[in-house]
C-alpha cells in the first residue's frame, strides 16, 4: 500500500548554472596555471589546482544532477537518484587528496622558500575572486536542500577564499618581501577545505549505507502511530533515504482487529498524512492482526 509524495525544485535551473560555472572556471585554471609557472607562485598554482578540481567536480556535479533526474525505469526502479550522492562522496574525496599535496608541497616551500613575482600573483587572484564570487553567487540558493550541488559549492566557496588569500599574500609580498605567506596561505586553505569535505563525505556515506536519517527520530515515528487507536504496535521498521529529499519507511503494523481492506486503507491513509508531518514522504506497510502478529511482537519485542 504506497504512498507517494513529491517535492519539486527547479531542476533546470541549477543545471544550467553548473554549466555556466564550468565554462568560468576552465577559463580561470587555465589563467592561474600559466600565472603561477610565470611568477613562481605556489598560491597561485595550488589556486589553478584548485579550480581544476573544481571544474572536474563540477562536471560530475552537473552531469549526475542530469542523471538523477531521468526518469525510473523497469530496471533502474528508483531511476539515478543517487548518482547526485555518489557524485558529492567522488568530489568530496578528491578535494580531501588534493588539500593533502598541497599541504606536503607547503612544508617543503617553508624549508627552502622561493621568490615570487606578486604582480601576476595579485592580477590572476583578483580575477579568480570574480569568477568563483559569481559562480558560488549562482549556486548557493541550490546548495541548501541539495548534497551535490552543496559540493560544488563548497569547491567554488574554497576558491573564493582561497584567492582572496593569495590576493592578500601577493600584496605582502610586493611591499615586504615576505615570501614565507605564499605557502602558509597554501597551507590554511587546505586545512580548511579538508575540513569540510570530510562532513560531505561523512553524509553522502550516512546515506549510501541505508544509515537513518539523522532529522527523524524512531520514537516521533512511534509517537504518531500510538495516535491510531486501530493499530496495536508497529514494528520491522525500516527508514532510510534515496537521495536529500526523500525519506521511505517500510514497517509491519499490527492491527488489534482482522479490519476490511477498505477500513485498514482509510487508517493507512491517514498515518500516512501523519508521517508526511515528520518529514516521511514514502510509505509501504505490510498489515498483520491477530495471534500471528502478536506472537511476533512479543518475541522481538523492540523494532529493528
Known amino acids: 500500500m504506497e504512498h507517494h509524495h513529491h517535492h519539486h525544485h527547479d531542476h533546470s535551473i541549477s543545471g544550467g548554472k553548473l554549466l555556466f560555472s564550468v565554462i568560468l572556471n576552465l577559463i580561470i585554471t587555465a589563467a592561474q596555471f600559466i600565472g603561477g609557472l610565470v611568477s613562481g607562485s605556489l598560491a597561485l598554482l595550488s589556486d589553478a ?15 549526475a544532477h542530469r542523471l538523477s533526474h531521468r526518469p525510473q525505469n523497469i530496471r533502474q526502479t528508483f531511476g539515478f537518484k543517487r548518482a547526485e550522492i555518489l ?23 617553508f624549508i627552502t622558500p622561493h621568490e615570487v613575482e606578486s604582480t601576476w600573483v595579485m592580477a ?4 579568480g575572486i570574480v569568477v568563483n564570487g559569481l559562480s558560488a553567487w549562482l549556486l548557493h540558493r541550490d546548495a541548501d536542500h541539495n548534497l551535490n550541488i552543496r559540493s560544488a559549492y563548497l569547491h567554488l566557496m574554497g576558491d ?52 537513518s536519517p539523522a532529522h527523524i527520530s524512531l520514537d516521533a515515528i512511534v509517537e504518531k502511530v500510538k495516535g491510531f487507536e486501530a493499530i496495536e504496535s508497529i514494528h520491522h521498521i525500516h527508514l532510510w533515504q534515496l537521495d536529500d529529499e526523500t525519506v521511505f519507511l517500510e514497517a509491519r503494523l499490527n492491527f488489534y482487529e482482522d479490519l476490511t481492506l477498505s477500513a485498514a486503507n482509510t487508517v493507512l491513509h491517514d498515518l500516512t498524512h501523519a508521517l ?16 500471528n502478529g502478536r506472537e511476533r511482537v512479543l518475541e522481538r519485542c523492540e523494532h529493528h
Open 124 to 127: 590572476l587572484a583578483g580575477l
Open 87 to 109: 557524485a558529492a562522496l567522488f568530489n568530496a574525496s578528491v578535494l580531501i587528496a588534493v588539500s593533502v599535496y598541497l599541504i606536503l608541497e607547503s612544508l617543503q616551500r
Open 160 to 211: 573564493l577564499m582561497t584567492s582572496f588569500a593569495v590576493l592578500a599574500g601577493g600584496v605582502m609580498i610586493y611591499f615586504y618581501g615576505w615570501y614565507w605567506i605564499d605557502p602558509l596561505l597554501s597551507l590554511l586553505i587546505s586545512f580548511y577545505l579538508i575540513r569540510s569535505s570530510f562532513g560531505i563525505v561523512r553524509e553522502s556515506t550516512r546515506m549510501l549505507m541505508q544509515f
Open 49 to 63: 589546482l584548485h579550480n581544476f578540481s573544481d571544474v572536474m567536480s563540477l562536471i560530475i556535479s552537473y552531469y
Open 276 to 291: 508526511e508531518e515528520i518529514g516521511i514522504n514514502h510509505t509501504t506497510f505490510q498489515c498483520e492482526t491477530g495471534k
